[in-house]
């Protein structure tokens, strides 16, 4: 099994995690994301908070899935 390390799973890694997870079979290839959070922050969403258009529950979701086939582990990535 070969494996792929994304770290951060901010808009650029979880771009590139679901992109590459529907090209990379997952017979062969293992795709894990590390953050140090555990909870992705959608941050254009935040322009929209002062106005009441997006709350908390709109802009803060957890990062893990139990339907996904890609791993996560929630730990900072230090030299
Ligand atoms: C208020 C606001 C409005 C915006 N509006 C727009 C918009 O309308 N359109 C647009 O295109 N862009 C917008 N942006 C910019 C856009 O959100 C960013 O360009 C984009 O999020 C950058 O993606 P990224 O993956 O590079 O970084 P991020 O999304 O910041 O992700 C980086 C991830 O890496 C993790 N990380 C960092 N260091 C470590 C470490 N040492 N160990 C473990 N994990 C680590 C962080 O926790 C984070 O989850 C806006 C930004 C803000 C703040």
Redesign the pocket.
Known sequence: MKKLLI?????????MANRLRKKLSADEWAIAI????SK????????FMPFGIYSEKDVIKP?ASSRTTIGFSC????N
């Open positions: 770290l951060g799973a901010g808009t650029a890694g979880t771009m590390v953050d140090q959070y992705h922050y959608y941050q254009p969403g935040f322009l990062i730990a900072p990535a230090n």
